[in-house]
């Protein structure tokens, strides 16, 4: 059975930092590619960061470059999106995924076949 779980969401205050983990299961991890999307009340699910299977290369939306950081523990089948400097936009639902994709479908969330169930992020002034 495929399974990805987060965990790490919580409330904080604007500034402070959470990790947020995703601990996969059932699927071959090493052959993966990793994202990390969100969706807040009332807007689309967007694209937050993503890593290659190969944990080589790394992509972050715009809106996080520079705040949040993606990285893959092979040994645990884990990954991990550190946010820093959370501000109250951030404020989500995140969920992790799980695809096998080409490069230019790395941001696309129709392209990531296996989701999370999400970890609630909320972020105050």
């Known amino acids: 059975q495929v399974q990805l779980v987060e965990s790490g969401g919580g409330l904080v205050k604007s500034g402070d930092s959470l990790r947020l983990s995703c601990a996969v299961s059932g699927l071959t991890f090493n052959a993966n590619n990793m994202g990390w999307f969100r969706q807040a009340p009332g807007k689309e699910r967007e694209f937050v960061a993503a890593?290659?299977?190969?944990?080589?290369?790394?992509y972050y939306a715009d809106s996080v470059k520079g705040r949040f950081t993606v990285s893959r523990d092979r040994p645990r089948n884990t990954v991990y999106l550190q946010l820093d400097n959370l501000k109250t936009d951030d404020t989500a639902v995140y969920y992790c995924?799980?695809?096998?994709?080409?490069?230019?479908?790395?941001?696309?969330?129709?392209?990531?076949?296996?989701w999370g169930q999400g970890t609630q992020v909320t972020v105050s002034e």
């Open positions: 995924a799980a695809g096998i994709q080409v490069l230019s479908a790395i941001r696309d969330a129709a392209a990531y076949r296996t």
């Open positions: 890593i290659r299977f190969n944990g080589g290369y790394t």
